[in-house]
């Protein structure tokens, strides 16, 4: 039990539905992050939240949309996604104190397939 | 730049047998250094931890020992178990700038471990 839970963990949706990935975490960690984990590709990160404050975008397309309304809980709103979408979706969180010593611990996941 | 090489798998062993997988990283700054371990349809587990030149992690039986003079951090476990079976993935924290909280990871590497 890492502490950081995602719902839904398995997701299958059209190009043209609009759904969302939840993740909350227990750890009183004030930074959460979202992460694309696809085959064969090294983890790339997508979105930082610190303090509920977007940090970082490492260039995301627009029909990828975060929100994150609080410390503990991060969503990630889906678009007209493509089916080069589909992969698992990571979301991670850290104390938010010391970025670059700072431990982030994930959750399970979301493996996402694009129709 | 901030990046970080794995070698390339699978990596196939028997149980018991001596277990190494390579990672070296780029020298830009002094970057916090990470194993995570990834079980099978699980996401990330942070496995060990490094933070300055010539520390150490350990856990579980699996050692990594931070070196700067060449620029690497690899995994070693002396007797390897079936449940080892996972794909693991090197990581570095970014180091300066304004990627806060940005993890650069490997691509994995592929271990089975057979009985």
């Known amino acids: 039990e890492t502490g950081v839970t995602q719902t839904p963990r398995h997701l299958v949706m059209g190009m043209t539905n609009k759904k969302s990935l939840k993740c909350e975490q227990h750890l009183g960690h004030n930074a959460m992050y979202w992460y694309k984990q696809s085959a064969k590709k090294p983890l790339e990160l997508m979105f930082v939240y610190n303090f509920k404050e977007q940090t970082e975008n490492n260039s995301v397309p627009s029909r990828f949309s975060p929100e994150c309304p609080n410390s503990s809980h991060l969503f990630l709103h889906l678009h007209t996604l493509q089916p080069e979408d589909s992969a698992l979706y990571l979301c991670?969180?850290?104390?938010?104190?010391?970025?670059?010593?700072?431990?982030?611990?994930f959750g399970p996941g979301t493996r996402l397939l694009v129709l | 730049g901030n990046s970080v090489t794995q070698m390339e798998g699978p990596v196939t062993l028997s149980e018991e047998a001596f277990l190494t997988i390579n990672c070296t990283y780029t020298?830009?700054?002094?970057?916090?250094l990470f194993w995570y371990v990834q079980y099978p349809g699980e996401g990330l587990q942070l496995l060990l931890k490094?933070?300055?030149?010539?520390d150490k992690g350990s856990n579980k039986g699996f050692e990594a020992t931070y070196r700067k003079e060449t620029t690497s951090f690899h995994l070693e476990k002396g007797s390897v178990q079936v449940s080892d079976s996972a794909v693991y993935f090197c990581a570095r924290t970014n180091a300066g700038g304004t990627s806060y909280g940005k993890l650069t990871f490997g691509q994995g590497t592929i271990l089975t471990v057979h009985p």
């Open positions: 991670a969180s850290s104390q938010g104190r010391d970025p670059y010593q700072e431990t982030q611990y």
């Open positions: 020298a830009t700054g002094y970057p916090s």
């Open positions: 490094a933070t300055k030149a010539d």
